[in-house]
């Protein structure tokens, strides 16, 4: 059974940063790129980044570039997503995503992703 444990969620001021991380257990192969993806309260589900099995492509959603970085430890089957000089619109559930078979790339699209973690609150006060 494949989980992904999102944690490192919380409240913060403008400004400020915060790492989240996902733990994946129960994959029965290496060969997945890794995603998060973001829900505000009334909006749709949305992506942030992503990063291929290899770790060497990353992508990333224009409203967050040069702001956060998604890295992997693939030793530990570990994504995380470091979010720096964060803003009141970074506000949502953060969702961590398993995207199968996938080695060179990885992609925005909410439908290929075929694992998701529970979620993690990110909450930033102006």
């Known amino acids: 059974q494949v989980q992904l444990v999102e944690s490192g969620g919380g409240l913060v001021q403008a400004g400020g940063s915060l790492r989240l991380s996902c733990a994946a257990s129960g994959l029965t192969s290496n060969t997945y790129a890794m995603g998060w993806f973001r829900q505000a309260p009334g909006k749709e589900r949305e992506f942030v980044a992503a990063?291929?099995?290899?770790?060497?492509?990353?992508y990333y959603a224009d409203s967050v570039k040069g702001r956060f970085t998604i890295s992997r430890d693939s030793a530990r089957n570990t994504v995380y997503l470091q979010m720096n000089s964060l803003k009141p619109e970074d506000t949502a559930v953060y969702y961590c995503?398993?995207?199968?078979?996938?080695?060179?790339?990885?992609?925005?699209?909410?439908?290929?992703?075929?694992?998701w973690g529970q979620g993690t609150q990110v909450t930033v006060s102006s």
């Open positions: 990063i291929a099995w290899t770790g060497v492509n990353t």
């Open positions: 995503s398993a995207d199968r078979d996938r080695i060179h790339t990885a992609t925005m699209r909410i439908g290929d992703y075929d694992y």
